[in-house]
């Protein structure tokens, strides 16, 4: 589950993590409010105004103004509340900004120049341990710099049994240049950071910039925050901060009726019951020559109103050319699934204008293809996995 900025600093800084302080606002009349606030807490004039959506770059596309006084502060919140803000992340619809977060100005002049770094916490799906990524080259164009300048991004591996240890955020420090005051503060905000992650079961942490201000505090400026959603159990309270107008619509909708579903970007629907056999159908679809629309899976009942509802929702995809029902009956019985399939096509009626190639294997495979192949309908039986290829090349064809 993503979290927006302001909630992302929220969370951190409760573990101790010094963040930029803001508030976030939904409403123009809240502006001077908020400004006057921020001024008070910051003894400065000089707001940031950022836009909270659930993408990156938001700098890019206009989210992100500097405000010099409350005039300024009250024009730039008219310009990005409620702007279709799009960024390299968002794609050409780009996403409605409906909160700003109004921030207190931490590039105030000092003794010495400020200084934005990269760090993430993540877990590195190779070793198996979480890794703390870092770079002396924080900023918008960080993703630039990882492709361009590699050797610029260091590497901080965990240990699962002993955790952070000091020497690991001492050498994290070392390798950012920094030394001092700003040397010891670093190294306290790792391992509240890593703490952190640790504290609320995340699986992301995105830092981009931190910011080793002029009198040499370390800030975390920014903050994309992700949560393994298989933890959520342990965190009641994070269910509140989910935030379902920046979610996929269909997503939030599939999930509300108890299917797995996630969107893709291809051209053949997929229903499903496993994961396993959800990633191995994919697969499938690949090798026919077909990119998968969705991963969707039914789980263990497949009657008629759970098909209908998995169709119906595959469906909402315009760019689903056909889709393979592909169904390994241990539980459920292929019977019982084909049946549920013919019903939920007479009832759609006209709402199916793409092939159906049906795979079902298991208890009562052989009935449940003959009432599939003699339905009358636009849905194609297969038993083996490559004469299911083959039908949905065709269909796409």
Known sequence: ????????????SKFGVNIQRG????????????????????????FVVKA???????????????????DELISVCKKILGMQLITPQTGKEGKKVN????????????KNEPDEFYMSVLLNRSNGQNMIMYSTEGGMDIEKVAEETPDLIFYENIDPMLGLQSFQARKIAFNLGLSG????????????????????????FEINPVLKTSNDNIIAVDSKVTL?????????????????SEENPTEVEAKEVGLNYVDLDGNVGCMVNGAGLAMATMDLIKQAGGDPANFLDVGGTA???????AFRLILKDPNVKAILVNIFGGIVRCDRVAQGIVDAYLN?????????IVRLQGTNAKIAKDIIDNSGLNVLSAIEFQEAADKVQEALI
């Open 1 to 12: 589950m993503n979290l927006h900025e302001y909630q992302g600093k929220e969370l951190l």
């Open 23 to 46: 508030i976030v606002i939904e409403n123009l009349s809240e502006v001077e409010e908020a400004g006057r606030k921020i001024a008070e807490m910051s003894d400065s004039n000089i």
């Open 52 to 70: 909270q959506i659930h993408a990156g770059g938001r700098g890019k596309g206009g989210g992100v103004k500097v405000a010099k006084n409350m």
């Open 99 to 110: 909160k700003v977060l109004i921030a207190e100005d931490v590039y105030y002049p000092g």
């Open 181 to 204: 005051n700003a040397f010891k503060e670093m190294t306290k905000f790792v391992q509240s950071l890593y703490t952190a992650y640790i504290g609320i079961d995340a699986s992301l």
């Open 228 to 244: 393994d959603n298989n933890a959520l159990f342990r965190h009641k309270d994070f269910e509140a901060l989910r935030d379902l």
């Open 303 to 309: 009657d008629a109103s759970r098909v209908e509802t």
């Open 348 to 356: 759609m009626g006209d709402a199916i204008k793409v092939p159906i």
